[in-house]
């Protein structure tokens, strides 16, 4: 059975899709390792536990999501077809505009952090070949 749901990429506004509701079909979509956050009472976010760190995608509360992902309405622990205020809820909250620029903010920092901490391995390897070169000699 497919059920409208919403699809989320990087970089790309939301879109409104029919999928099949089996999570076989939603694993191979997202990913193996899913991660699911609730958003409401009936609605659930389904993402992949192990995106790239690159694929910055949307920020729900203090969590930044990471690579596709999809949201569905759940009844009696089943996945549904969302309802149309809930389609429109949801792709008013994931709208691009809204997110980009907090996005790029934590793109730049993590950056940052990233090549500072590759910097200072680089650091402590060389001093640690220094030291093995004069301990050999």
Do not use: W
Request: hydrophobic share 40%.
């Amino acid at each position: 059975m497919k059920i409208k749901c919403l699809l989320v990429m990087p970089g790309s506004e939301v879109q409104l899709v029919r999928l099949p509701s089996n999570i076989k079909f939603i694993k191979a979509f997202i990913g193996e390792n899913l991660l699911k956050i609730k958003l409401s009472e009936n609605t659930i976010l389904v993402a992949n536990k192990d995106a790239r760190i690159g694929e910055f995608n949307r920020i729900v509360g203090e969590n930044i999501i990471l690579g596709t992902f999809l949201i569905f309405s759940i009844k009696n622990n089943r996945r549904v077809s969302m309802k149309k205020k809930d389609i429109r809820k949801y792709s008013n909250m994931f709208k691009l505009r809204r997110h980009q620029r907090k996005i790029e903010l934590y793109r730049e920092e993590y950056l940052e952090q990233f090549y500072t901490k590759q910097r200072e391995l680089k650091l402590e390897n060389a001093k640690r070949n220094i030291e093995k070169i004069f301990r050999a000699a």
